[in-house]
């Protein structure tokens, strides 16, 4: 049970800011919302991770809800690249456990 | 920048023989961890290990399965007579820190391992 909620797909032009939801209500005090996404069955790569405070990194921001039960990743400029699969998961132990994530499509 | 290195990329095997999938993990990443995903399906969970034991496994690692540090820097997944089911990538990852609740414990993956059992 992966405990967060992501929609399946998503299409987004190459340049524009690709904004990707995540819903995660009962997410507890003390557990991270952490992003990854994985290209084409590669490795999963870690994007960015953040408790309540919005975080910004080389890759992207995280933009959390002030009540938590839901976050949103924002590529700023997103190019054919970023074409992969977005997993938002909850810090759950020492465990990653993977949902279905967002399928991003990056179109020219 | 420093990466996690798996080898092989590819192993075929036959059903029941054994195989020993090899990961090098972050040189200062103390956590270890294997994950695993058949074709078209999520990336699973399989074991995490820390200071020569494991510290979680799921109910996938079962008997066939173990892990091992051999040395300083190798990290291994057996498993002992493989099944066609266990055609899938194989994943290791580590991470600096334990614990998904806490600051500086992000995992990374290697590019992993595509293990075909015919």
């Known amino acids: 049970d992966a405990k967060t909620t992501q929609p399946p797909s998503m299409d987004c032009a190459e340049g524009r800011a690709a904004n990707l939801p995540c819903n995660h209500s009962t997410i507890s005090g003390n557990e991270y919302v952490y992003w990854y996404r994985q290209i084409h069955s590669q490795g999963p790569q870690y994007i960015i991770h953040?408790?309540?405070n919005n975080e910004t990194n080389e890759m992207a921001s995280l933009i959390i809800t002030e009540d938590r039960k839901s976050s949103t990743l924002i590529l700023p400029h997103a190019t054919l690249r970023d074409t992969a699969v977005y997993y938002c998961?909850?810090?759950?132990?020492?465990?990653?456990?993977f949902g279905a994530g967002t399928i991003l499509r990056v179109k020219s | 920048e420093p990466e996690v290195t798996q080898t092989p990329s590819h192993q075929v095997t036959q059903m029941g023989q054994e195989v020993i999938l090899r990961c090098v993990p972050i040189?200062?990443?103390?956590?270890f961890y294997w994950y695993r995903q058949i074709l078209g399906q999520k990336v699973e969970f399989l074991v995490s290990f820390y200071n020569n034991e494991i510290s979680e496994k799921s109910e996938i690692f079962d008997d066939q399965f173990s892990v091992e540090r051999p040395d300083g820097s190798n990290f291994t997944l057996k498993i002992r007579s493989t099944k066609l089911e266990d055609s899938a990538m194989y994943f290791c990852?580590?991470?600096?820190?334990?614990?998904?609740?806490?600051?500086?414990?992000?995992?990374?993956f290697g590019p992993g391992t595509r293990l075909t059992v015919t």
């Open positions: 040189s200062n990443h103390l956590y």
């Open positions: 990852a580590s991470s600096e820190a334990l614990g998904l609740d806490s600051r500086e414990n992000e995992q990374y």
């Open positions: 998961l909850r810090g759950y132990g020492n465990k990653l456990v």
């Open positions: 953040g408790l309540k």
